[in-house]
């Protein structure tokens, strides 16, 4: 007879587990390395922590934490909207912005449908496509980024969602303001796009896209933010999308009623009025850019241009370069997922921690 | 029907029954907690409402639990696996299982969500009791699913396993039975020995959600978790378990389900990557190895219910064994004028739950706040609206 398991449509079946960086102390039993010595620059973590007004806010809210969450998390999304000059009915909360990515599939997907994406963006457009039965069509990229036209090319009669990662996800590539607004001009009414911008905040402000305009144009555009990056609270598990008040509405009917914890709402509020901390990430950034793509020059390898908070670089044997970092006690992101398996990513950490993993690479060169 | 017209369909059912009702309570619950802890006698006001009406645990977290978060506080822009892993090993061992056999989920909610999710669609079929916990339901009803709604036996307000079972078998296609032990709202059990009888001979096309959210208030030995299914290797079932209840972490947002490695495998393409965060798994891990706070919770839950027990013998009001951390109760009036009086006293009661009218359910707080509600409750009666 035949298992309940194996009754799984084929394209659940099909879908590989995401990834993630590998965690610090898995790595210290493997390698029988001491925890504090082991630097992980994998998962694009802010290398500062928690903003110092975030810590505050989270220990006020330990008190009140057998109680459920405000499943509407009315502060929060007034301190969004109030930051982005929006209606909070135009404001979605998730765990995680992969939450609200896995909302947007389930609530606008269903077999049959398709969904546009680029070659080498973040791996859980495919991976929330799949577990929906859409199909996925994935563009060939240009130079490591969104080629919109051959974007705009594959959009067929049966295309629901496009996905567009900006800065993209593993390769740090940035599509211009005024790319992106053709875009949008040029994309059917009747698909939606999802601006995924996890990474905006480290943009310089003349090559951010005025999004919140965009909004107002354009009903079929929803943006995607996370507190996971700049804002530093990647393990409290918050995100957030802005969209018209229809689309939110919509979203919201298969949203888990306490999607978001006690925890992650306070801190956000707060985070969101830390301008000191997020001034200091950013800064922190620029300058282990510089630091780190000055030292891969120096070393002759090539790598992509960022305007995030990593940076993915080309080796010849990234798995033998990846076990001998690992072996040193440093955690980096190996993209053979991404079908990229001559390249390795590197987030952006503190200065010591850049430095460790140049001395690393020098000595594994050598 | 396509799916956009089908989710607007149903978008008002979820409006109404999910989202606002389950919401609305935020605006009156934070300044409770404190004004509960440590003191001997609790006055609601106001401003500190009594909060009786979500089952959810009055004495706050573990002591320990709050250290472990608070000494954590510093990784928490980290993402969460590391503290994912330690806890889903804790759970294993905990429940006789290997870590393949354990998923976490942002509370059971999102378990039972994953469930739904794999099994349930057009041509399946979900059975549930009725009244009971609707979140299987809220999940299904949107994706096509059969609804089959059982209701309770009359009297004793019990499960009908027999009847949900004859609903299956009526049914050619997938059913998914959801059955909550104890049940919410009736806090009473359903015999391991009904439930495994039929879950060891039901056909491959019958999969079961075993909701145990308050599994650790039972001493009832006819009960005993359907963990031991799980144990045995049998494949048609997940069992799901919340931090929200005994454990005190409901604002935490923590579950996980127990079931055989294909089934959370296949469940797992349905989880949100990183759905629970830091300090809940660093908290639920803390928590499983607390066992004083355990025990002094369920000795004032014993209190608290022998003090509510007590009143209602007294005042001849009829009530359902209570094997969890609230008791369901005759009223002397409608279910919705009897939270409206409460309400005014600033105490927060029950929920609707359909076919139960003239009965509440009531969360067992400390024996403080059920002092409260007895007088509360006595001065109801006074005045006839008890």
């Known amino acids: 007879m035949m298992n309940l398991a194996e009754r799984a449509p084929d394209y659940i079946r099909a879908i590989a587990p995401y990834q993630a960086g590998k965690p610090i102390s898995e790595l210290a039993r493997e390698m029988g390395l001491d925890e504090a ?3 992980k620059l994998a998962s694009n973590e ?4 928690l903003p110092p007004k975030a810590r505050a806010a989270l220990e006020a809210a330990l008190s009140d934490l057998a109680r459920y969450p405000d499943g509407n998390g009315f502060a929060l999304k007034a301190a969004i909207a109030e930051r982005f000059a929006v209606t909070q009915d135009q404001v979605l909360l998730g765990n995680g912005s992969n939450d609200i990515l896995e909302l947007v599939a ?3 997907l269903r077999p049959g449908d398709s969904v546009v994406f680029s070659e080498y963006a973040f791996a859980v457009y495919p991976l929330v496509t799949q577990a929906t039965g859409a199909r996925a069509i994935e563009v060939k990229a240009r130079d490591y980024g969104h080629d919109l036209d051959a974007m705009l090319a594959a959009i067929e009669p049966s295309t629901r969602l496009v996905f567009i990662a900006n800065p993209n996800n593993p390769t740090g590539t940035l599509i211009k303001p005024g790319a992106l607004l053709e875009f949008l001009e040029a994309v059917p009414e009747d698909v939606l796009v999802v601006l995924d911008e996890a990474y905006t905040e480290y943009l310089a402000p003349e090559l951010r896209a005025d999004v919140i305009g965009f909004l107002a144009r354009f009903p079929n555009l929803l943006v995607s933010r996370t507190f996971s990056k700049a804002y530093g609270l990647a393990g409290l598990r918050v995100g957030f999308a802005l969209a018209s008040a229809a689309i939110v509405g919509m979203i919201n009917r298969v949203r888990q009623p306490f999607n978001v914890n006690s925890l992650a709402q306070a801190a956000a509020v707060a985070a969101l009025d830390d301008a000191d901390f997020l ?7 620029r300058q282990g850019m510089a630091q780190l793509t000055e030292a891969l020059a120096r070393l002759d390898l090539p790598y992509i241009p960022s305007f995030a908070n990593f ?5 010849g044997d990234a798995a033998a370069l990846n076990s001998y970092f690992l072996r040193h006690g440093v955690i980096v992101r190996p993209l053979a997922s991404y079908n990229m398996k001559n390249s390795l990513r590197v987030s952006i950490g503190l200065e010591e921690e850049n430095a460790r993993f140049i001395e690393v690479l020098e000595a594994a060169l050598r | 029907m396509d799916r956009r017209t089908l989710l607007k369909s149903s978008g008002l059912f979820m409006g109404a029954l999910g989202l606002s009702t389950l919401a609305s309570r935020a605006a009156i619950a934070a300044p409770a907690q404190a004004a509960t802890q440590g003191s001997a006698v609790f006055i609601p006001s106001a401003k500190t409402p009594l909060l009786l009406n979500f089952n959810e645990n009055s004495l706050g977290m573990s002591p320990k639990a709050q250290a472990a978060i608070i000494n954590e506080l510093p990784a928490a822009f980290r993402y969460p696996d590391d503290a994912r892993a330690a806890l889903i090993s804790t759970l294993a061992k ?11 989920g942002n509370g059971s909610s999102e378990v039972i969500q994953m469930a739904i999710h794999a099994y349930c669609g057009k041509g399946t079929q979900l059975v549930c009791p009725d009244p009971t916990f609707n979140y299987a339901e809220l999940y299904a009803e949107p994706m096509g699913t059969t609804i089959t709604k059982v209701k309770l036996q009359k009297d004793t307000l019990a499960i009908d396993l027999k009847a949900m079972r004859a609903a299956t078998e009526k049914f050619a296609g997938v059913s998914v039975v959801y059955l909550c032990n104890p049940n919410n709202p009736t806090a009473t059990i359903t015999p391991a020995a009904d439930i495994e009888a039929w879950i060891n001979s039901a056909p491959e096309r019958v999969f079961f959600i075993v909701d145990e959210a308050y599994h650790e208030y039972v001493t009832d030995p006819r009960y005993a978790s359907a963990a031991r299914l799980v144990q045995a290797g049998k494949k048609n079932l997940i069992v799901a378990r919340t931090f929200s209840k005994i454990y005190a972490l ?5 579950g996980y389900g127990l079931a055989a490695p294909e089934i959370i495998a296949r469940l797992d393409t349905w989880a949100s990557i990183d759905n629970t965060n830091l300090p809940a798994a660093i908290a639920a891990n803390a928590s499983l190895q607390d066992t004083a706070f355990i025990r002094q919770s369920l000795s004032t839950t014993a209190q608290s219910r022998k003090i509510v027990t007590q009143a209602l013998d007294e005042l001849k009001l009829a009530y359902l064994p209570s094997h969890a951390n609230f008791i369901f109760h005759r009223v002397n009036s409608s279910s919705a004028a009897y939270r409206e009086n409460m309400k005014k006293l600033h105490i927060m009661v029950g929920r609707p739950f359909d076919h139960t009218d003239g009965w509440n359910r009531l969360t067992l707080g400390t024996p403080a706040e059920m002092q409260a509600f007895v007088k509360a409750l006595k001065t109801l009666r006074q005045q006839n609206l008890a």
């Open chain 1, 46 to 49: 802010n290398p500062l922590g």
């Open chain 2, 94 to 104: 905990g429940n006789g299982l290997s870590d393949k056999q354990i998923t976490l």
């Open chain 1, 37 to 39: 010595a082991i630097v």
């Open chain 1, 106 to 108: 389930r609530t606008f």
């Open chain 2, 250 to 254: 409901a604002g935490l947002r923590i």
């Open chain 1, 311 to 315: 940076v993915t670089f080309h080796v």
């Open chain 1, 279 to 285: 001034a200091r990430a950013v800064a922190l950034n």
